[in-house]
């Protein structure tokens, strides 16, 4: 009867670590979710054509170029 008293106690604590680990891997997994939407939002946004636009004009001084005018004169 003692030993299986002491394998209860230590099924009952191993049960109560796995339960706690796999609470703080939820939380984890929960936290990387928000993490992995907010750094897609961001790649998003900063690979958008205005926000390339924006740099190109005002960090590289580069402007838009105008279609040329084509005459449909013979």
Do not use: C
Not at 11 to 37: A, G, H, M, P, Q
């Amino acid at each position: 009867i003692f030993i299986l008293s002491i394998e209860k106690i230590k099924l009952s604590w191993e049960i109560r670590t796995l339960y706690n680990n796999n609470e703080i891997l939820k939380i984890e997994f929960e936290n990387l979710k928000d993490l992995n939407l907010k750094l897609t939002t961001q790649f998003h946004l900063e690979n958008s054509p205005a926000n390339i636009e924006k740099i190109a004009k005002e960090s590289l001084g580069m402007k838009k170029r105008r279609p040329k005018e084509v005459s449909n004169e013979k």
